[in-house]
């Protein structure tokens, strides 16, 4: 048993582990330039331990046959993570406005983080079962719309709608891969295309009606996205950012001398705010370096696609290149006025216990589809 777990370290990818390496020393240095002489200061080394501490956890997930977990348990992670989430609904904190977390005593826990992967390992189950066949509408995409959906709403009502998008991104995801017709796919892309056209025609032609439809912070943020100078006092975090990023130029204002960052103006900057600070403090060299490390990271997953005979290991991953893209997107382009500001980290580099839990998680079963797929 013993050699048989060193055989399955030795085949792990060691261009993801030196990333992940390089995204804990990069999260670390910047959280520790953000809060450094704050009320947050110390965080960095909070930090460390956690990234230690998923490591572990991360490898000891690898060695682990991800077949079993897909086969096995995925249904019943599912129900576990559905119960997660309604306790949140009636027994969760309420931080600023949004019940997302479970009050653990020594940390607290977002169930939103977990579900992500819950529901790319049910989702993967099912894809297997039709091995490869095109998907039918009624017997395969409503229950797996279904399965999506469920979670997609709880989070929603939270209110999360950063974390509930990436639930559709990941559905979007694994139907592509999982063969779903041509017909299907061009009808849910018209259903989007017609409900956001709609939606902005409403905003445009019946604000009144359309301002009882979203909710008040929804509604905030749609304003400051389409006209952050419509007002100043509900766009400033985004005009800041904005200002912030671009006055880092090309090789930015240098570590712990980004002006607004380190004179407060950038609210959770060491959280959901963190690409702010490597703008501001590292410019587009800085940036530029980070986005090269997340696309190597996606490529190194692609690659296991591409020779995974298993396909229930090729949906997984797709599911979480799906999650991983998409929370990559979107909290770069809140930041830089390209989508409305929504509360989600950025992978690996934002600070977060449930986060990086997730994302560590994440990349154990990843490594671990590597692993058994060489081994057969």
Same mark, same amino acid.
């Given at each position: 048993?013993?050699?048989?777990?060193?055989?399955?370290?030795?085949?792990?990818?060691?261009?993801?582990?030196?990333?992940?390496?390089?995204?804990? !020393?990069?999260?670390?240095?910047?959280?520790?330039?953000?809060?450094?002489?704050?009320?947050?200061?110390?965080?960095?080394?909070?930090?460390?331990?956690?990234? !230690?501490?998923?490591?572990? %956890?991360?490898?000891?997930?690898?060695?682990?046959?991800?077949?079993?977990?897909?086969?096995?348990?995925?249904?019943?992670?599912?129900?576990?993570?559905? %119960?997660?989430?309604?306790?949140?609904?009636?027994?969760?904190?309420?931080?600023?406005?949004?019940?997302?977390?479970?009050?653990?005593?020594?940390?607290?826990?977002?169930?939103?983080?977990?579900?992500?992967?819950?529901?790319?390992?049910?989702?993967?189950?099912?894809?297997?079962?039709?091995?490869?066949?095109?998907?039918?509408?009624?017997?395969? @995409?409503?229950?797996?719309?279904?399965?999506?959906?469920?979670?997609?709403?709880?989070?929603?009502?939270?209110?999360?709608?950063?974390?509930?998008?990436?639930?559709?991104?990941?559905?979007?995801?694994?139907?592509?891969?999982?063969? %779903?017709?041509?017909?299907?796919? @061009?009808?849910?892309? *018209?259903?989007?295309?017609?409900?956001?056209?709609?939606?902005?025609?409403?905003?445009?032609?019946? *604000?009144?009606?359309?301002?009882?439809?979203?909710?008040?912070?929804?509604?905030?943020?749609?304003?400051?996205?389409?006209?952050?100078?419509?007002?100043?006092?509900?766009?400033?975090?985004?005009? #800041?950012?904005?200002?912030?990023?671009? !006055?880092?130029?090309?090789?930015?204002?240098?570590?712990?001398?980004?002006?607004?960052?380190?004179?407060?103006?950038?609210?959770?900057?060491?959280?959901?705010?963190?690409?702010?600070?490597?703008?501001?403090?590292?410019?587009?060299?800085?940036?530029?370096?980070?986005?090269?490390?997340?696309?190597?990271?996606?490529?190194?997953?692609?690659?296991?696609?591409?020779?995974?005979?298993?396909?229930?290991?090729?949906?997984?991953?797709?599911?979480?290149?799906?999650?991983?893209?998409?929370?990559?997107?979107?909290?770069?382009?809140?930041?830089?006025?390209?989508?409305?500001?929504?509360?989600?980290? @950025?992978?690996?580099?934002?600070?977060?216990?449930?986060?990086?839990?997730? #994302?560590?998680?994440?990349?154990?079963?990843? @490594?671990?589809?590597?692993?058994?797929?060489?081994?057969?």
């Amino acid at each position: 048993m013993f050699f048989g777990i060193i055989d399955r370290l030795k085949r792990l990818d060691s261009v993801i582990i030196f990333i992940l390496l390089c995204f804990a !020393a990069i999260s670390t240095l910047v959280i520790y330039s953000a809060t450094s002489g704050t009320k947050y200061d110390g965080l960095h080394i909070h930090n460390i331990l956690m990234f !230690a501490v998923m490591l572990i %956890v991360m490898l000891g997930l690898s060695c682990m046959d991800y077949r079993f977990l897909v086969r096995r348990l995925s249904v019943i992670l599912y129900g576990l993570g559905i %119960v997660l989430l309604l306790i949140v609904m009636f027994k969760g904190m309420t931080i600023n406005g949004s019940k997302r977390w479970i009050d653990l005593g020594v940390m607290q826990f977002q169930p939103s983080e977990l579900a992500k992967i819950f529901v790319i390992l049910l989702l993967a189950r099912i894809l297997e079962q039709r091995n490869g066949e095109p998907l039918r509408f009624f017997r395969d @995409l409503l229950p797996l719309g279904l399965i999506t959906g469920v979670p997609f709403l709880i989070i929603l009502e939270q209110p999360d709608l950063g974390t509930s998008i990436v639930f559709i991104c990941i559905f979007i995801g694994m139907l592509w891969i999982g063969n %779903v017709r041509m017909t299907h796919a @061009l009808s849910g892309f *018209f259903g989007i295309a017609a409900i956001i056209g709609g939606m902005y025609w409403l905003y445009s032609a019946n *604000f009144g009606l359309f301002s009882k439809i979203v909710k008040p912070h929804q509604l905030s943020r749609i304003q400051t996205f389409l006209d952050p100078t419509s007002d100043p006092d509900k766009s400033w975090h985004v005009l #800041n950012s904005i200002r912030a990023v671009g !006055a880092g130029q090309m090789f930015g204002e240098g570590f712990k001398h980004g002006q607004l960052v380190q004179k407060g103006y950038i609210p959770y900057d060491y959280a959901d705010s963190i690409y702010v600070v490597i703008g501001e403090e590292f410019g587009f060299i800085g940036s530029a370096v980070l986005l090269l490390l997340y696309f190597v990271l996606i490529y190194r997953m692609i690659k296991i696609v591409l020779t995974c005979p298993d396909l229930s290991g090729r949906y997984l991953i797709v599911g979480v290149i799906s999650m991983f893209t998409l929370q990559i997107f979107e909290n770069i382009a809140m930041h830089t006025g390209m989508m409305p500001l929504t509360g989600i980290a @950025l992978p690996f580099i934002s600070y977060g216990g449930s986060s990086l839990m997730t #994302n560590m998680i994440s990349m154990g079963l990843v @490594l671990s589809v590597k692993a058994h797929s060489e081994a057969g």
